[in-house]
């Protein structure tokens, strides 16, 4: 059976989105089985100018991630940029607390402290942190 990857990251920019994309397709060609929030969740933007009112809008998105993060194995967190995105670490604590594998993935060198992200977020990633996605295959 296919191990499940739940793909956490930032979803706000073409740069964001193309990244994404490229990192569920080399652990598509690894054989992993993935869920792509930008493709595979919905987005409050089209929810609501479909006519949903915010509020559900607010819900069916949460609610979709939370079955989807615990359907799944792994978690993979992408920290790029200079924070990593607030609902990803918000993913990231749902698989944490489910007792889900959760790795990381930065390439950028930036960091909110001097060398060090957030205590949180690296003790929930337990010292897994891909520099790469050639890196990544390596912690998959």
Do not use: W
Not at 55 to 78: G, H, M, N, P, T
Request: hydrophobic fraction near 40%; glycine fraction near 8%; include cysteine.
């Amino acid at each position: 059976m296919k191990k499940r990857v739940y793909i956490a990251g930032p979803l706000f920019s073409q740069a964001e989105l193309d990244f994404n994309e490229n990192v569920e397709k080399s652990l598509n060609d690894l054989g992993y089985e993935t869920f792509l929030p930008q493709r595979d969740g919905h987005t409050l933007s089209d929810l609501i100018s479909r006519g949903e009112p915010e509020d559900d809008a607010i819900k069916k998105i949460f609610e979709l991630d939370v079955r989807e993060i615990q359907k799944s194995d792994i978690l993979l967190l992408i920290l790029d940029g200079r924070v990593p995105d607030e609902g990803a670490c918000v993913e990231l604590g749902i698989a944490y607390a489910n007792k889900k594998e959760c790795i990381g993935l930065k390439t950028d060198s930036r960091c909110l402290m001097e060398n060090l992200d957030n205590p949180l977020i690296l003790g929930a990633l337990d010292g897994k942190i891909a520099r790469s996605i050639d890196d990544l295959r390596n912690f998959l």
